[in-house]
């Protein structure tokens, strides 16, 4: 059983880092398409459409832009794997810094946005299974269909005007109330760090800050898990061991969320990487709405300012976390379910 397990997280393991370096691959390709010589990468990098030929060429001499593709791809893997990621020529500081500052703001909404979307989805996804061809069934299908269908924008610009410049209930940008003195850094998180220092009125400003974009992006993601939540239960509910759970005496109730809703929530293990990473993609976007400054703040600048090695090295933490994910979920499933481990 143990062999099996270590095998099954190797292979995974190395799928993983195939994945990574073809997202690298693609990620190098794509930059060639749109800038197809040294010079035009160059001028990218230089963040300076008319920057002088000697520093465009000190800059294809520094950054290696006149070799092969194959060498560029090694030379940035091996960067990478020494923790250095370039340096931002719009920032004029180390890439590193950057992504260190924007993406525990973005995990800090990411994180809470899928658990609420697991939570929501789970609970709509039993009432619609307990109340199957019902009204209630009906209703739930078609709220989730709705938000699911649904561009993120859409969401969050409904929420936006809707909470917070009707009815002013929460604030429309910002990540916290810039009065507010921020508590000493212990961590890379500013809620941790308000949480540490007890500082419970910046908490609740970051909180109070946090509720639109959460919302927002657990709204466009919660109909995935209803869905598969109902079908998955349905499923359950029509076996013989839900049967004879009834049979026993335990009421209907007990065996829908206790037994059956148990059950069902293993796929959901695949399922919740799959959300989180669905919510990094979906932050681009909000974030820009609500000027939320996390990493989709900051790609969206990055585009807007041709940043290629922002592009870049986002675009590359962004796959990481996401395969990372898919990896933790792959293990999880395969201790889980030992079925799994025979694919």
Do not use: C
Not at 196 to 202: F, M
């Amino acid at each position: 059983m143990s062999a099996n397990i270590g095998i099954f997280i190797i292979r995974r393991i190395i799928n993983a880092i195939i994945t990574l370096i073809l997202l690298i691959v693609i990620l190098f390709i794509l930059i060639h398409i749109i800038a197809p010589s040294p010079l035009a990468l160059a001028r990218i990098y230089a963040a300076n459409p008319h920057a002088p030929y000697s520093e465009l060429d000190q800059i294809i001499k520094e950054y290696g832009l006149n070799k092969p593709l194959y060498v560029q791809i090694i030379n940035y893997i091996i960067n990478v794997l020494h923790g250095n990621l370039g340096f931002d020529p719009i920032y004029k500081v180390p890439e590193i810094s950057l992504i260190g500052q924007y993406l525990p703001i973005t995990l800090e909404l990411v994180i809470p946005a899928t658990i609420l979307a697991v939570v929501i989805g789970l609970l709509s996804g039993a009432v619609a299974a307990s109340n199957r061809n019902k009204p209630l069934d009906y209703f739930v299908k078609g709220v989730y269909l709705v938000t699911w269908a649904s561009p993120p924008f859409l969401v969050a610009t409904a929420l936006l005007i809707f909470f917070a410049f009707d009815l002013h209930l929460l604030p429309s940008n910002g990540v916290v109330n810039p009065t507010l003195t921020a508590p000493p850094k212990y961590t890379p998180f500013p809620v941790l760090n308000s949480i540490v220092a007890g500082d419970w009125t910046y908490f609740a400003s970051l909180v109070h800050h946090m509720v639109l974009p959460v919302l927002s992006l657990s709204l466009v993601s919660f109909g995935i898990v209803t869905r598969l939540t109902r079908a998955s239960m349905l499923d359950y509910m029509d076996t013989d061991f839900a049967r004879l759970s009834l049979m026993k005496g335990l009421s209907r109730r007990r065996v829908i969320y206790g037994v059956v809703l148990r059950n069902a929530s293993i796929p959901l293990i695949t399922l919740i990487a799959l959300l989180f990473g669905y919510s990094v993609a979906g932050a681009v976007v909000i974030e820009d709405i609500y000027h939320y400054f996390g990493m989709g703040y900051f790609i969206t600048q990055a585009i807007f300012n041709l940043d290629y090695i922002a592009i870049l090295d986002t675009t590359l933490i962004i796959g990481i976390s996401i395969i990372a994910a898919n990896l933790i979920a792959d293990i999880l499933y395969g201790v889980v379910d030992p079925r799994v481990r025979l694919e």
